[in-house]
């Protein structure tokens, strides 16, 4: 019974961490069709997932090509699902010839994973781009995750592939975390945990300084006077002086 009851947890929490991806192949269709709405012009133009931008073969960078990533008005990275998001590659040719942009594309992953695919995202062809020695260029890319993709932080990994001399190579100009969250939604899941776990936390501590302030205030209050009778004092004072003058004296004022 407990191998079942494990077996079940087990299954269930495989369950919970591939429910992103099952909600991101069922919207793949969805995508595909606004994907050929996207109208090319002279320069720049978006292809499919499924076009091929390398060889079979591994690309490697060009000497001298250095590459440089940013988002622009977006420091944090964030990332709203379903809806386009640019940012900007910058490249320089410090090599020995020109080169001729191909294309930019980029890919999902899961943080803890890059093996785990969560999306490929779009493939932008650039014609016509080229770029020679001792030159900087900058080239846009937009790209748009899947609407359905859960909320939560991704690593993206973005390529530049370009040509020198008619061969190949490509760059990452970035790899590093996004925040993809829901669309109109203020809040992601982990900034509502995160404040309603700090709420709690202001609690605790409000409830243990009281409970100090308390403590503090008790020891504080002076203990109440106890006064102490003098009929047992009497008493003994009339066994010492049995006997004596002083005795008799108040013997007779008391007749």
Known sequence: MAVR????AILL??????SPFAQVAGAQSEEDAAMAEVVENADLGYVGDDTPVSSDAPLTPAPGVETVCVFPKNAGKIVPAGEETEL??????DGESTLNVVAVHST???PYDH???????????FY?????????ATFPYTFAVSKFLQPGAYDLVGYIVYEIDQHPYQNVFYNGTIEVVEVGGLLSVESVFLITLGIALLGLFGLWAYGQVQQLSKKTKKSPKVELGTGTNDANMDEWLEGT???KEKAKKNK
């Open 5 to 8: 009851v494990w077996l079940s």
């Open 115 to 125: 093996r785990m695919y969560g999306q490929n995202l779009t493939v932008q062809s």
């Open 88 to 93: 900007l590659v910058g490249l320089q040719n």
């Open 128 to 136: 016509n781009a080229s770029v020679p020695v001792s030159v900087q």
């Open 245 to 247: 003058a002083f005795a």
């Open 108 to 110: 999902l992953h899961l």
């Open 13 to 18: 929490a495989f369950l919970l961490a591939a």
